[in-house]
């Protein structure tokens, strides 16, 4: 399978995608596989010059922290806002060495995160990451939210990104 999403990849590279993101959500879920996820992902990623992401949502990244930093990839994005930023607890033994997609809004609640909260949030994390090492996102996909819910959510963290840039 890993060889199918390589060539995959491969071609939106040749069509001109400079990010390519290959999800493995359940990674922190089964440590006993997360050296399968390593070696798939290698496999997928090796031949890419592209920018490369994986998705991790749910589960325990507690236990699979710092050991996921040896995912083949540039980036990866994780839910820190439904947790209340307690990922970011770790890297201050084991400081986060790759690009991080920090999701700022629980996508599982109906609730309206205010931008005060997400601006908070984003405050904490950038004494662990470099501002250029941060790309802001929902904790994961929006699909379980209204059209209108999805769009306030992305609009509040906008407005949160605006107001931490503005202090940069």
């Known amino acids: 399978l890993a060889r199918v999403v390589r060539d995959e990849a491969l071609d939106l590279e040749k ?7 290959i999800d493995e959500p359940a990674a922190s879920t089964r ?3 997360l050296d399968l996820v390593i070696e798939s992902m290698k496999i997928v990623t090796d031949p890419l010059s592209a920018h490369t992401i994986t998705h991790i949502c ?9 050991k996921m930093l040896e995912i083949p990839v540039d980036q990866i994005d994780l839910e820190f806002a439904n947790s209340d930023y307690s990922l ?12 991080v997609g920090l999701g ?3 996508v599982h609640s109906h609730g309206l995160e205010p931008v005060d909260e997400i601006v908070n949030g984003l405050r904490r994390a950038l004494k662990y990451f470099s501002p250029d090492k941060v790309f802001v996102d929902p904790d994961c996909g929006l699909k379980t939210r209204t059209v209108e819910e999805a769009q306030a959510k992305l609009a509040n963290v906008k407005n949160a990104v605006d107001i931490v840039r503005a202090e940069l």
């Open 15 to 21: 069509a001109g995608a400079r990010f390519i993101q």
């Open 31 to 33: 440590m006993d596989e």
């Open 104 to 106: 700022v809004v629980d």
């Open 58 to 66: 749910y589960g325990d990244f507690h236990n699979a922290y710092p």
């Open 88 to 99: 970011l607890d770790e890297f201050s033994e084991h400081p986060f060495t790759k690009f």
